[in-house]
Every structure is written in structure tokens, then in C-alpha cells.
Antibody, heavy 121, light 110 residues
């Protein structure tokens, strides 16, 4: 059974860099899946952040592309999200997720529980 | 601001039929299949429908999806209390080269 678990600082100051990791159990990155991040501001809807696979194929939300980096640490079976120059608008629950099949970039059927990141001075 | 528009809310009594609509454009729903997610309060979203109308394993057949042109809909038949949740449509958008979610519909069971 595939499980995902996000972790990272819950509180950041404006202009800092958000760094989150997603530990994956029950699945290998070499399986060919894309791995993604989705965020949800408190009380608001879902926003896709991006998806990346081990081959280096990367898709980022164009509204965040200039600030986002996603990468893998295969030795720890985890992948990460970095979002720089954060503002209060980046306050959200951040989910890591895996799509339904290896052909999907973003049809997510396995989700982490989410982690709240608050940006405040 | 999402490119997929949903009505903000829908409601029904137990056993009733509820439908949720999702309106898009040629660059998203008109060109790609639609997925639906269910998100009960305080939980992570769950993939409910994919490829317009297919249910992943474990999803009750009370849930059905369809697509016509640049719009899609989700129907819940025999509404149950555990169906109370937010529902989001989603699809790839060629113009944005991005996966876009709908604005979300809150379903209330009266």
C-alpha cells in the first residue's frame, strides 16, 4: 500500500523559502510515476503546484513556475518542493500526491494527509 | 481564479439525486478528460471519477460522471450523509499547460 507523508516548517516569514519533503512508502520512484504537489489556502479551493518524474520531465503551474523547484532524493525515497520568496498568499495546506497511472501527469489518486504552511511576519 | 467554473453549493435530503456542473473551455474540458475529487471536511481530496465517467476501485456506483463539449457534470444518486463534502472537477489545460481544478461545490445533506 502506497503512503505519502509531508513534512516541513509550519511557519515562515515573508521572503523566506518554503521547503517541504514527501516521504514515500510502498512505491519506488523508478516505477515511472509522476509525483506532484497541490496546495489549498485555508477555506479555499485546490491549486496544482506541479508534477515531476525521475526522468526529469517537469510541469509547473505557470503562476508559480518562477519560484518553484521540485526534486528527488531516491536514497531516502522522498521528493521535495521548494518555493522561494514566499508571501502571505502562499499560506496553504500543501499536499503531495501520486497520479493514478504512469501515463498521468496529474490525475492524483494517492494523497498525503497535508501539511499547513503559514507565512506571517 | 480558476478556468473551471462550478456552482458554489448544492444540497439534498437523504436518498435524493444531486448534480454538480463544471464549465470550462476548448482548451481544457473540450480537449481532455475530466476528473472529479471529493473532499470531506478536514481531509485530503479523494479521486472520485476519472476519464469523465470512470470510477476507481471502491467508489460506489451512486457516483457518476459525464462530459459534453466544454462542460462536465457529476451526479450523486441516493444521497447519503457521508456524501457531505466539497467536490472539485479538474482537467489539463493546453493554454496554461497546467492541471486546473474547478472552483469547488459544497454539497450539503439536509
Amino acid at each position: 500500500q502506497v503512503q505519502l507523508q509531508e513534512s516541513g516548517p509550519g511557519l515562515l516569514k515573508p521572503s523566506e523559502t518554503l521547503s517541504l519533503t514527501c516521504v514515500v512508502s510502498g512505491s519506488s520512484f523508478s516505477s515511472g510515476f509522476y509525483w506532484g504537489w497541490i496546495r489549498q489556502p485555508p477555506g479555499k479551493g485546490l491549486e496544482w503546484v506541479g508534477s515531476v518524474n525521475l526522468l526529469g520531465n517537469t510541469y509547473y503551474n505557470p503562476s508559480l513556475k518562477s519560484r518553484v523547484t521540485m526534486s528527488f532524493d531516491t536514497s531516502k525515497n522522498q521528493f521535495s518542493l521548494k518555493l522561494n520568496s514566499v508571501t502571505a498568499a502562499d499560506t496553504a495546506v500543501y499536499y503531495c500526491a501520486r497520479p493514478y497511472t504512469t501515463s498521468d501527469k496529474a490525475k492524483f489518486d494517492i494523497w498525503g494527509q497535508g501539511t499547513l504552511v503559514t507565512v506571517s511576519s | 481564479q480558476s478556468v473551471l467554473t462550478q456552482s458554489p453549493s448544492a444540497s439534498g435530503t437523504p436518498g435524493q439525486w444531486v448534480t454538480i456542473s463544471c464549465s470550462g473551455s476548448n482548451s481544457n474540458i473540450g480537449s481532455h478528460t475530466v476528473n472529479w475529487y471529493q473532499q470531506p471536511p478536514g481531509t485530503a481530496p479523494k479521486l472520485l471519477i476519472h476519464k469523465n465517467g470512470q470510477r476507481p476501485s471502491g467508489v460506489p456506483d451512486r457516483f457518476s460522471g459525464s462530459k459534453s463539449g466544454t462542460s462536465a457534470s457529476l451526479a450523486i444518486s441516493g444521497l447519503q450523509s457521508e456524501d457531505e463534502a466539497d467536490y472539485y472537477c479538474a482537467a489539463w489545460d493546453d493554454n496554461l499547460n497546467a492541471y486546473v481544478f474547478g472552483t469547488g461545490t459544497e454539497v450539503t445533506v439536509l
